[in-house]
C-alpha cells in the first residue's frame, strides 16, 4: 500500500500519541492535513542547514513566495527543527545515533499518523572520506558498524538486538545518475562506517583520550578501505535500520570534508 509501517502495538491502545521532540501531537495536530501530501522526507544534523534546505527546494519547486520565511514546525521545542516545501520536508536529526534515533522513532509515526504514502526519506550530511577526493559525495549503499559489518546493534532490555543496515539500492543508483548533471561534486556509491563517537571512535589523535598510536589507527583505515569503506559519520546504521523496519525507501548522501 506504500503506507509507512510502525511496528508497536500499544500505540494503538493509546488514546493519544504525543511527539514530545517534534512539539507535535495526534490530539492537538491535524496531522494527515499538516503532512499528508509529503512524498520526501531530508534530514541532516544541523538546524540552520536543513532551514537552509527547506528554501533552497522552495524556490527550485518554484512555490509562492521567496522562501526566506519558511517556519520552523517545531519551534516549540528545542530539540529538532522542522521546515517544508511542498511535499518535502526538511528535518534537523542532531549528532550521533541516540539523536537521529529519537528523532526518526517520532518523524516515521508522524508520517503513519498522517497517512502518508511511497515516502522516500534521504539523510544529507557532512563526513570524513577515505582515499577519495575531498569534495566528494558519497552515496551509502550499506552502512557497516566499526567491524565493517552491516548491521546495527542495540541493548534492548537487557537483550542486544541486531538489525540490517542495507538501504535501497535502486534509490543509489539514481542519485548517482542525478549526480551527473552536476560534474562540480565527484560522486560516488560505497559503503559508510558509522561510530558512536566523533573522536577515538573514527581514529582521531585531537581528542582528550587517545588510547592508540598513529600507525594503528593508519593500519586500522586501511582495513576499512579494503572492506568497502568510504567515508565516516555517526548516524547511518540507525537511520539504515529504521527506515528498512519501517518501510521507508532510504538513503544516505555525504559530502566529503577531508
Same mark, same amino acid.
Given at each position: 500500500s506504500g503506507l509507512v509501517l510502525v511496528k508497536n502495538p500499544y500505540l494503538d491502545l493509546m488514546e493519544e500519541d504525543i511527539l514530545y521532540h517534534l512539539d507535535l501531537g495526534t490530539k492537538t495536530h491535524n496531522l494527515p492535513a499538516m503532512f499528508? &501530501?509529503?512524498?520526501?522526507?531530508?534530514? #541532516? *544534523?544541523?538546524?540552520? +542547514?536543513?532551514?537552509a534546505f527547506a528554501q533552497f527546494m522552495h524556490r527550485e519547486l518554484g512555490l509562492v513566495g521567496d522562501g526566506d520565511d519558511v517556519a520552523d514546525i517545531c519551534a516549540g521545542s528545542d530539540r529538532y527543527a522542522m521546515y517544508r516545501a *511542498?511535499?518535502? @520536508? !526538511?528535518?534537523?536529526?542532531?549528532m550521533g545515533i541516540p539523536s537521529i534515533s529519537i528523532m526518526l522513532h517520532e518523524l516515521i509515526k508522524l508520517l503513519h499518523h498522517a497517512k502518508c504514502r511511497d515516502v522516500t526519506i534521504i539523510r544529507i550530511?557532512? !563526513?570524513?572520506?577515505? *582515499?577519495? =577526493? %575531498? #569534495? !566528494?559525495?558519497?552515496?551509502? &549503499?550499506?552502512?557497516?558498524? $566499526? !567491524?565493517?559489518?552491516?548491521r546495527f546493534e542495540q541493548v534492548? @532490555? &537487557? &537483550?542486544?538486538?541486531? +538489525? $540490517?543496515?542495507?538501504?535501497?539500492?535502486? @534509490?543509489? =543508483?539514481?542519485? @548517482?545518475? /542525478? $549526480?551527473?548533471?552536476i560534474p562540480d561534486f565527484p560522486t560516488l556509491i560505497g559503503h559508510t562506517m558509522c561510530t558512536y563517537d566523533f573522536y577515538e571512535?573514527? #581514529? +582521531?589523535?585531537d581528542g582528550a583520550l587517545c588510547s592508540f598510536s598513529s600507525e594503528k589507527k593508519l593500519e586500522y583505515l586501511r582495513r576499512a578501505y579494503d572492506a568497502g569503506v568510504r567515508n565516516i559519520?555517526?548516524? $547511518?546504521?540507525?537511520? %539504515?535500520?529504521? /527506515?528498512g523496519l519501517c518501510g521507508l525507501k532510504g538513503e544516505s548522501c555525504c559530502f566529503h570534508l577531508l
Open positions: 499528508g &501530501d509529503i512524498k520526501f522526507v531530508c534530514v #541532516g *544534523g544541523s538546524p540552520n +542547514r536543513m532551514r *511542498g511535499p518535502v @520536508l !526538511s528535518i534537523s536529526h542532531g550530511g557532512t !563526513s570524513g572520506g577515505l *582515499g577519495i =577526493e %575531498a #569534495g !566528494s559525495v558519497v552515496i551509502t &549503499d550499506t552502512a557497516v558498524d $566499526s !567491524s565493517f559489518q552491516p534492548v @532490555l &537487557d &537483550d542486544v538486538v541486531v +538489525r $540490517s543496515t542495507e538501504l535501497a539500492k535502486d @534509490l543509489a =543508483e539514481e542519485l @548517482l545518475i /542525478c $549526480s551527473r548533471d571512535g573514527q #581514529g +582521531r589523535l559519520e555517526m548516524e $547511518s546504521t540507525a537511520f %539504515a535500520a529504521l /527506515c
